[in-house]
């Protein structure tokens, strides 16, 4: 069955680093495009970043510019989120997701983010 599977979070001091890991199964990875996504308590979901797979543009959510990156290693089926510099700010469930890329005219295009994990929780602490 699919699986999405998120890992490496955890309690982390201000100014400090975490990389969260995605590990993907079930379906064909390099086929999809992989989003990371978070949610703290009391506030709305929030995209944190996608990568696709024909290097194009890759956006991040302007909390987080700058400090985060995310990427993918095709070889492992896994995607990865490097988050530096951690603010209090940070602190929330992180889920990776899975969006299908498709054809549309002679552009690649991802649909829903159809597929997603059980989330990992990032505390940031002072």
């Known amino acids: 069955e699919v699986q999405l599977v998120e890992s490496g979070g955890g309690l982390v001091q201000a100014g400090g680093s975490l990389r969260l890991s995605c590990a993907a199964s079930?379906?064909?990875?390099?086929?999809?495009?992989i989003g990371w996504f978070r949610q703290a308590p009391g506030k709305e979901r929030e995209e944190v970043s996608v990568?696709?797979?024909?290097?194009?543009?890759?956006p991040y959510a302007d909390s987080v510019k700058g400090r985060f990156t995310i990427s993918r290693d095709n070889a492992k089926n896994t995607a990865y989120l490097q988050m530096n510099s951690l603010k209090l700010e940070d602190t929330a469930v992180y889920y990776c997701a899975a969006a299908r890329i498709y054809n549309s005219g002679d552009e690649l295009m991802t649909g829903n983010f159809d597929y997603w994990g059980q989330g990992t929780q990032v505390t940031v602490s002072s």
């Open positions: 990568i696709g797979n024909d290097n194009g543009y890759i």
């Open positions: 079930g379906f064909a990875f390099d086929d999809y495009a």
